[in-house]
């Protein structure tokens, strides 16, 4: 799960996603280096926290090309870190792994997550709904693979 800072989307999705699946193996990073080693947004604890699951032990962390032979599956949040991504990509596998998390329930749409970061709750409510929708649909589509 991949956005920009790590510290408010893709710490939810990897929360959302940790908790409800017990056999996909998840982790998140954010395309930029400006919060390295810090704790999620409180914003995005608190939302997590308003539906049982605990998210405040994240630690966020840069996306590298490394994590294109780690994960099978990278999910941008959004257009612009999609674009970063694929532009780190080594080849077409790598290019191939790499999918905007909303197209999951909007195939084929590039449809982004919105930056919460400079709004409000509401905000965060917004995208936690995405969110879980999303992860949903990516547990019914790779869970019994
Ligand atoms: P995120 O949100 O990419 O969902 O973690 C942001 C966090 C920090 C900043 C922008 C977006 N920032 O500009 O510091």
Redesign the pocket.
Known sequence: MV?????????LAHGLLHFKSKKITVDSA?T?N??IGKSP?QR?IDIAKKYNFDISKQV?RQFTSKDFTLFDKIYA?DTD?YSKIISLAKNQNEIDKVDLILNEISPGKYQS?P????GGKKGFEDIFDLLEKSCNQIIKKYENR
């Open positions: 956005c920009l800072g790590n510290i408010c989307r893709s710490p954010g930029a400006y919060h947004d995005s966020a949040m870190n997550i930056d919460p970061y400079y």
